[in-house]
């Protein structure tokens, strides 16, 4: 099946499949996936030191760039040792992933 057609889940089973089972594979999983990536998107298009998720002001544990890193990493579905600054901002969250 061609990538274009991936769910975000199928596409979220491949990259922890690359992850080396770094991210779980289960659906729980990829739905506080799903949040995490929500804050680092919002991490990677802003400068402030702080961002908001679910009326919660965070200090940013990674750097604009950190962030861009990982948009890129799981938008071309590719996992490199930069992807590992997920869990500080899904641990940040408290949420497993």
């Given at each position: 099946?061609?990538?274009s057609?991936w769910?975000g889940?199928?596409?979220?089973?491949v990259?922890?499949d690359?992850?080396?089972h770094?991210?779980?594979?289960?659906?729980d999983s990829?739905?506080?996936?799903?949040?995490?990536m929500?804050?680092?998107?919002?991490?990677?298009?802003?400068?402030?030191s702080t961002?908001?998720?679910?009326?919660?002001i965070?200090?940013?544990?990674?750097?604009k760039t950190?962030a861009?890193?990982i948009?890129?990493g799981v938008?071309?579905n590719?996992?490199?040792?930069k992807?590992?600054?997920l869990?500080l901002v899904s641990?940040?969250?408290?949420l497993?992933?």
């Amino acid at each position: 099946m061609k990538r274009s057609k991936w769910s975000g889940y199928d596409a979220y089973l491949v990259l922890s499949d690359k992850s080396g089972h770094k991210l779980k594979s289960c659906y729980d999983s990829y739905l506080n996936f799903k949040k995490v990536m929500e804050a680092i998107n919002a991490i990677a298009f802003t400068d402030k030191s702080t961002y908001s998720m679910d009326g919660n002001i965070y200090e940013r544990k990674i750097t604009k760039t950190d962030a861009q890193n990982i948009l890129d990493g799981v938008n071309n579905n590719k996992w490199n040792n930069k992807l590992n600054n997920l869990f500080l901002v899904s641990n940040q969250l408290k949420l497993k992933i």
